[in-house]
């Protein structure tokens, strides 16, 4: 298994551009979230799903997107970059919602000019 | 809402313990996690303790609970130079839901030979 997967690795972006950050699993987890982590803020949630079609807001849902038409893949878009969206974004995925393990891709790095 | 807090820094030698604290506020939470980023990677899921334990050990690392006080705490027993890294406390944010969690700003802990 290659377990989760983000792409890309580095982005920079200019202020008002749009695009979608992929995030795929290949371990049938119904359970798929992402955070972005900022410097002394750990992370935060920023939108989750809990299988194929369902998703819903996290913490910090503003400014993002995202969908969930099939149990593998779970991508983020921005609709327009904000230099306040500078930060790395982690897709994270479970088989359970209890004490199981949450596994983490390596992490998107955005810049925002 | 929940707020999970933790000291940012802690540096030992190497062979000494390692006490990371954490406090979180959601009583009602099922599960309490510990998690390790190392540098330029995606966190990984140290060890999570139930809510009904006071105590967990796992090798290296034995997690205390203090349900009355709300304090969690991670200890590594002879830390070596591989373990330093930032250690991240982490709640879910409603039960035991581990795809929604809220996390601490994260400990760096500095190993020094």
């Known amino acids: 298994n290659a377990g989760v997967t983000q792409t890309p690795k580095f982005q920079v972006l200019k202020t008002g551009q749009s695009m979608t950050l992929q995030c795929a699993q290949d371990?049938?987890?119904?359970?798929m979230s992402w955070y972005r982590q900022d410097p002394g803020m750990g992370l935060r949630l920023i939108h989750y799903?809990?299988?194929?079609?369902?998703?819903d807001q996290g913490e910090v849902p503003n400014g993002y997107n995202v969908s969930r038409s099939t149990t593998e893949d779970f991508p983020l878009r921005l609709l327009s970059a904000a230099p306040s969206q500078t930060s790395v974004y982690f897709c994270?995925?479970?088989?359970?919602?209890?004490?199981?393990?949450?596994?983490f891709g390596p992490g998107t790095r955005l810049l925002v000019l | 809402g929940e707020d999970v807090e933790q000291s940012l820094f802690l540096s030992v030698r190497e062979g000494d313990s390692s006490v990371i604290n954490c406090t979180y506020t959601?009583?009602?939470?099922?599960?309490l996690y510990w998690y390790k980023q190392e540098p330029g990677a995606g966190l990984q899921l140290l060890t999570y303790?139930?809510?009904?334990?006071d105590m967990k050990q796992d090798q290296r690392l034995t997690v205390l609970l203090n349900k009355k006080d709300k304090h969690l705490s991670l200890r590594i027993a002879d830390t070596q130079t591989g373990d330093s890294a930032i250690y991240f406390c982490?709640?879910?944010?409603?039960?035991?839901?581990?795809?929604?969690?809220?996390f601490g700003k994260g400990t760096l802990l500095t190993v020094n030979p």
């Open positions: 994270a995925s479970s088989y359970g919602a209890g004490g199981e393990t949450q596994y």
């Open positions: 371990m049938n987890h119904e359970y």
């Open positions: 799903s809990v299988g194929a079609g369902i998703t």
């Open positions: 959601d009583s009602s939470s099922t599960y």
């Open positions: 303790i139930f809510s009904n334990m």
């Open positions: 982490a709640e879910p944010n409603s039960g035991g839901s581990n795809y929604k969690l809220t």
